[in-house]
């Protein structure tokens, strides 16, 4: 809609009307929808190790970032949970894959930031995983300088990580493939 340039207060066509009124009448469902807070199961010891992994993915309808709590008790017992999701439509101005890869990187950096400060455990060892080999360049390169757009995103990723906590994952492996909006 926005695309076609669509106002506000425009009657939707009937494509659209109909997907609209579907989404909608699913809407009550969420109130039946339970979620459990507690990502540390019951029976779980002590803990030995806590991890966050973040993995971010882009394309050219939009990017997203999912974080997993990943737990380790004293017993080498392993819990995941996913703890987080982000998700955005791109911009309509076009912007290219590898621009949109090291945005979903950034939002992993400030998810990771956010979670690092709400979550009730102490040591959390944080590890990001992408897609994007590009991403893992430039975070990786000390030399090259980079256009503007490209070296604030890098700087904020190194002002909150190490390229030692950047991970290649393939793009079929990668969890954050569904959290992104698609066409």
Not at 22 to 35: F, N, T
Not at 142 to 161: C, E, G, M, P, T
Request: hydrophobic content about 35%.
């Amino acid at each position: 809609m926005c695309k076609k340039g669509m106002e506000w207060d425009e009657p939707l066509p009937d494509n659209l009307s109909t997907k609209w009124e579907s989404w909608l009448s699913e809407i009550p469902k969420l109130a039946d929808l339970k979620i459990r807070r507690c990502y540390k199961p019951e029976g779980f010891e002590d803990l030995k190790k806590v991890e966050l992994h973040h993995f971010s993915d882009a394309s050219l309808t939009g990017y997203g970032q999912c974080s997993y709590l990943r737990l380790v008790d004293v017993h080498s017992n392993i819990h995941c949970s996913l703890v987080l999701g982000k998700a955005r439509v791109t911009p309509l101005k076009p912007v290219t894959v590898p621009r949109l890869e090291l945005q979903a990187a950034v939002t992993s950096i400030k998810v990771s930031n956010f979670l690092n400060k709400e979550l009730d455990y102490e040591n959390i060892e944080n590890f990001y995983w992408t897609d994007s080999k590009v991403v893992l360049g430039y975070i990786g390169n000390d030399a090259r300088r980079f256009h503007i757009y490209v070296a604030n995103r890098i700087q904020r990723i190194k002002d909150a990580s190490v390229a030692e906590q950047w991970h290649y994952i393939p793009s079929a492996e990668n969890p954050a493939r569904s959290c992104h909006p698609v066409a």
